[in-house]
């Protein structure tokens, strides 16, 4: 005991000498200017900014600069958050179409207002981002584009038509094997994003747009197009049955594939995994006499609305330099992408780069990605039906049609624009109203409580601090999101949202998609908890005896815990792939059962998200079990077999019983997280494929309410699930009775 | 007894078998970290890869800021765990053995707060946090972290005090215990199978965190793990051979924590204490 106590001490002086750490450490100050720079860029071109970056800062030693990477979405999202805080880094840095929203928000500044004419002169048209008569944006890489990548050694001359195309595709696909499966294919490309769709749209004449902004899926090019596709896999066989971005990839890398359609940041990674590769502008389509023609954006810097006036002199010198000949020239060598500062068209190498002549060429033949917000609306209507058409879900014809609904619906919904002079009025009337009832008809028990108070102060004082830290964190935020899933808050209403009342309350419950994906949440969550607890007790039972290997066994069964969930779940999904994943190869060579298409069809692909779902989970409830399981003394056991008891009967009436106080808030809790999970699902059915048909309550609401930006309607929907879950828990815990103690 | 070895026999082919499909997918990340050039999938289902290399690992400890995410980790989920396992084992004590009012409104209190869609909290914890001047700052993160592991570290000590009987207490206190002396002499003690699992699981809610931190810490020096191992990826170009790599180090600690702890996991300190 001694041994404890001697341990206790430690730990509460452990704290107050972290606490002391903390306090200790505030940061010096200094009259640096600090900028810092969020950007989205690759690993090779943070290397290149960091470069220069260094030498900007030797030249202009007051001032330092940070440069911090953050995913795409990430970087956009947190962004806003940030700018809507007052806060957030001095510069941006991304693809041309975040400009949108953040120019509708107001969160960055008008550039044609810092820099002179005869600066901005300097740069190529389309590196200039102009929306509504001012600049936000200065690009310096064109590009992000898709081009056709070959392999040389068994690509002679790239397809210039699509008829050619197809050709060399047939004479590369080769089943080598003769299992009636090729193991070289002639092309491959993810076909599952819209993105990489685009070239084949406007091929066949369409895009996305009309002169006015309005989505045009709804036409021939469309349908075209997507016949086009299905003719590829289907008639032809020249691409294989699934192909997400991973699989295409790695089919090339291999040298499994003749051509991949890829990105200008694809490239050199085919040369470092050992590919001769070239570079050729997508096809012509001999029936339109049109390229196909991929979408085009420039990348750059916007300064956030935030900044400090006093800082720009010092913002500005930092761009005009990273902008400059020299450092673009120095990028365009290292990275093969392609500048804006015209003055670096006439170098040699640029003129003279194979690839980034054809890359050139490319840019040429693509028409710019719209920078308007509207373009996200686009992409989410687009992709569940592009995946149904390619699933054999549905006829193109219907799903261009339903992308143009789906289209103009969530545009709709983007741009909605409510208000109500009264509802402020009334919300916080009745809001108060509420509080001073709620206190009034509870005035006995607080009454009660403050008496309470000083005579159980022991008990109350051993609660305290954790709920102290708890409020702390909680309450506001919780308050706060009440209030917003009230307000209008959305794209167009950033900083001037107003309470609107129940307006997306009735939104969220008239939509019909809403009882589905409730009821997928419910067998979700139930089939989840119960694999999770039957596995983990079930395990923690056999561990508690005596075998040999013990330690071992139960080290290595934490394992899903332990690593990082993001890795594990690519990793599943993987597996889950028709053609090289381990399951289907387990399926069918060694249980002889046909293969399974994990993740085409929809009810397949949810139970593919439930089973990796099931192995991360759990490692979690065995180590509560194994930890529940010392609470029984053995004594129980001996005694019961004294009495003849076999070992059913002494699961059921000692086992169970005496671990159920432990297990009951851990399976409770279980069931809140698994309903809240978004992580699993995302990840292995990369955001809710095929066709969006895999959600759950939180990926559905996250996917359709924030690519949209509409704050107020994600807000009323996650108080929804938190009512549902709320109603769920409390009849779980009054049915178990788990607040009381069984002594 | 010919039987039980028997059924022992058994029960270890089970676990052989179900560890194996444990691992399985680790191993698939122990494969793609030393795959060569970058490749997530592979056509071949072979463990050891052609042209295998330990690349990432070199390149891991010596191109990248790894020891330093590992430093920043290890320090934030050290404070984590102490001050979950601290408040949780008080306050949990005081729910199962009190009673007072607002005890059971308390429980549900923690309850409730776990329900809320955390993605939706972002926005107003950083306001928060920016308010109060917590942004890129330990101090910022490590309450957020502790206050959302309390609620099941706070559930779960009390529900492991729960099977411990009163007599024992009682006894402690007729041998002229104060009520403090009763509960850290004799009852936390007999509680540290519980101990262990709130640390444990304290450990790996700040161990592992990823949205949070992102959005709260800004200062490059300040990352920790799983922004930093974040950063090996990016659209559509990830280096996985890093991340894999990484990811299974990242592990390495985990194990090490729950070796160490297992220890105090099979207490059988109950043995004897009990005579109802």
Known sequence: ?743 | MKESKLINWIIFVFLIFFTLATIYPVINVFTVSLRPGDKLLSTSLEIIPENATFESYVKLFTETDFLKWLFNSTFISFVVTLTGVSLASTAGYSLSRFKFIGKKSAMLGLMVTQMFPATMLLLPMYIMLMKLGLLNSYLGIVIVYSSTALPFCVWQMKGYYDTIPFSLEEAARIDGCTRWQAFYKIILPLASPALVITALFSFMSAWSEYIVAAQILQDRNLYTLPIGLKSFQSNLTTEWGLYAAASLIVSIPVVILFIVLSRYLVSGLTLGSVKE
């Open chain 1, 1 to 743: 005991m001694k041994y404890i106590k001697s341990k206790f001490n430690l730990l509460i002086l452990t704290i107050l000498f972290i606490s002391f750490i903390f306090l200790s450490c505030s940061k010096k100050p200094n009259n640096q200017i600090q900028i810092t720079i969020w950007h989205q860029m690759r690993v090779d071109e943070r290397e290149v900014l960091q470069r220069q970056l260094d030498r900007f800062m030797k030249l202009h030693p007051e001032i330092s600069v940070n440069q911090i990477y953050k995913e795409t979405e990430e970087l956009r999202s947190g962004f806003i958050i940030a700018a809507i805080g007052g806060q957030g880094p001095e510069i941006v840095y991304g693809p041309q179409d975040q400009v949108g929203p953040f120019e509708i928000m107001n969160i960055i500044l008008p550039l044609d207002t810092i820099f002179s004419n005869k600066f901005l002169n300097q740069f190529n048209e389309k590196g200039l981002i102009w929306s509504n008569n001012h600049l936000w944006m200065i690009a310096d890489k064109l590009g992000n584009h898709l081009a056709l990548v070959y392999n040389k050694k068994l690509v002679k001359n790239p397809p210039k038509t699509d008829k050619e195309l197809i050709e060399i595709g047939k004479q590369i696909t080769k089943d080598f094997n003769n299992d009636g499966k090729p193991e070289q294919y002639g092309l491959v490309w993810n076909y599952t994003e819209p993105f990489f769709f685009i070239p084949f749209l406007t091929g066949f004449g369409g895009w996305v747009f009309d002169e006015k902004n309005n989505p045009t899926l709804n036409s021939e090019a469309m349908i075209k197009g997507l016949k086009f596709i299905a003719d590829l896999r289907d008639k032809y066989k020249i691409i294989p049955g699934e192909a997400d971005y991973d699989i295409a990839d790695v089919l090339f890398k291999e040298g499994k594939a003749g051509m991949i359609i890829n990105g200008d940041w694809s490239w050199a990674s085919y040369g470092k995994a050992g590919i001769d590769y070239g570079i050729a502008p997508l096809p012509l389509i001999e029936e339109t006499g049109l390229y196909a023609a991929p979408m085009i954006s420039g990348k750059g810097y916007s300064i956030n609305a935030n900044v400090n006036p006093e800082k720009l002199p010092a913002i500005k010198l930092l761009l005009e330099f990273l902008l400059a000949p020299e450092q673009q020239l120095e990028t365009a060598k290292e990275l093969n992408t392609f500048p804006t500062h015209k003055s670096v068209y006439n170098d040699p190498f640029i003129k003279e780069n194979e690839i980034l002549i054809n890359s050139q060429r490319q840019i040429e033949l693509g028409k710019p990605m719209p920078i308007i917000s509207e373009m996200r609306a686009v992409w989410d209507a687009m992709r569940p039906y592009y995946q149904a058409v390619l699933g054999g879900a549905m006829k193109p014809e219907i799903a261009a049609q339903k992308m143009q609904e789906e289209a103009v619906k969530k545009i709709q919904e983007m741009n909605e624009d409510v208000s109500s002079t009264y509802a402020e009025l009334i919300f916080i009337l009745t809001f108060t109203i509420g509080l001073i009832v709620v206190l009034f008809l509870s005035r006995k028990t607080i009454l009660a409580f403050i008496k309470d108070l000083s005579r159980n102060s022991f008990a109350y004082y051993l609660v305290l601090p954790a709920f102290i830290v708890m409020i702390l964190v909680i309450i506001y935020p919780f308050v706060y999101n009440i209030v917003l899933s009230f307000s209008n808050m959305n794209l167009r209403h950033i900083n001037d949202w107003s309470i609107i009342g129940f307006n997306q309350y009735i939104k969220v419950f008239s939509e019909p998609i809403f009882y589905t994906v409730f009821l997928k949440t419910i067998i979700w969550t139930v089939v989840n908890v119960f694999f999770h607890v039957t596995i983990g007790v079930a395990l923690a039972i056999l561990l508690n005896r005596k075998i040999p290997g013990k330690t071992i066994f139960r080290t290595l069964l934490i394992l899903p815990w332990a690593i990082p969930q993001y890795i594990v779940a690519l990793t599943w999904r993987g597996m889950f792939n028709y053609e090289y994943g381990a399951i289907n190869i387990i399926l069918t060579k060694y249980l002889s059962l046909p293969p399974v298409e994990w993740l085409k069809s929809p009810l397949e692909a949810f139970i593919a998200v439930i089973i990796t779902n099931v192995w991360l989970g759990f490692p979690f409830m065995m180590v509560i079990a194994l930890g529940a399981l010392q609470s029984i003394p053995n004594e129980l056991y001996e005694a019961a077999e004294i009495e003849g008891a076999n070992w059913f009967q002494k699961l059921r009436k000692i086992t169970i019983p005496l671990i159920k106080p432990v297990m009951i808030p851990a399976i409770t809790l279980g069931i809140i997280w698994t309903f809240n999970n978004l992580n699993v699902v995302w990840l292995v059915s990369n955001a809710g494929e095929p066709s969006d048909q895999t959600h759950i309550l939180v990926s559905y609401v996250y996917k359709a309410a924030f690519n949209l930006y509409r704050y107020g309607y994600a807000a009323a929907f996650s108080m929804i699930i938190f009512l549902i879950l709320l109603v769920m828990s409390l009849t779980f815990l009054k049915r178990t009775r788990a607040t009381e103690s069984v002594y």
